[in-house]
T-cell receptor, first 115, second 113 residues
Framework: DSGVTQTPKHLITATGQRVTLRCSPR?????VYWYQQSLDQGLQFLIQ???????AKGNILERFSAQQFPDLHSELNLSSLELGDSALYFC??????????????FGPGTRLTVL | AQSVSQHNHHVILSEAASLELGCNYS??????LFWYVQYPGQHLQLLLK??????LVKGIKGFEAEFIKSKFSFNLRKPSVQWSDTAEYFC???????????FGAGTILRVKS
């Protein structure tokens, strides 16, 4: 157990809908990262938050957004869902996130299925 | 495009065989290197990491990796695999200019008992 928690574990929804994925980082970690794992794209970085502020952005679609709250938990919002958004969404956390020597610890993931 | 390459997508070994999984990256400058493992139905777990110092890094469960800077490589090894090592293995790099992880495509290892 990495200490990173994610809810829900599974999510099944329809095209056009909106969902929210939640992540709680390890105790003491200030940085949260979101990754998408799909069969065709592999594991891709989406976005990073550090202590409530966006720090880095990767291949995140405009239909997707995220935020980190004062208690450091983070939410990833996916809207106008398409079939291709079906994937495993991982959250990771690290102590700092400012140094590239920071180790990221991953949560169990949320499996999103869009029908 | 700069990337991380894992040489084999599927590897099948018998128990007690030796394992070597290749990983190459194309970033210049100082990078930080990781191997993660994903057991069936589970999340990514850190096997080992390299930031600096001794290029031979020892990780958990008997795994080790060697960083060869001249070859831009960070290959994972284990002298004798067990059935419980069946999993998907990901090489990942933090490039010099950021702190996001860039992953390879993964290698699925199946160990036959």
């Amino acid at each position: 157990d990495s200490g990173v928690t994610q809810t829900p574990k599974h999510l099944i929804t329809a095209t056009g809908q909106r969902v929210t994925l939640r992540c709680s980082p390890r105790s003491g970690d200030l940085s949260v990262y979101w990754y998408q794992q799909s069969l065709d794209q592999g594991l891709q970085f989406l976005i990073q938050y550090y202590n409530g502020e966006e720090r880095a952005k990767g291949n995140i679609l405009e239909r997707f957004s995220a935020q980190q709250f004062p208690d450091l938990h983070s939410e990833l919002n996916l809207s106008s869902l398409e079939l291709g958004d079906s994937a495993l969404y991982f959250c990771a956390s690290s102590v700092d996130g400012g140094a590239n020597t920071d180790t990221q610890y991953f949560g169990p993931g949320t499996r999103l299925t869009v029908l | 495009a700069q990337s991380v390459s894992q040489h084999n997508h599927h590897v099948i070994l018998s128990e007690a065989a030796s394992l070597e999984l290749g990983c190459n990256y194309s970033y210049g400058g100082t990078v930080n290197l990781f191997w993660y493992v994903q057991y069936p139905g589970q999340h990514l777990q850190l096997l080992l990491k390299y930031f600096s110092g001794d290029p031979l890094v020892k990780g958990i469960k008997g795994f080790e990796a060697e960083f060869i800077k001249s070859k831009f490589s960070f290959n994972l090894r284990k002298p004798s695999v067990q059935w419980s090592d069946t999993a998907e293995y990901f090489c990942a790099v933090i490039p010099p200019y950021g702190n996001k992880l860039v992953f390879g495509a993964g290698t699925i290892l199946r160990v036959k008992s």
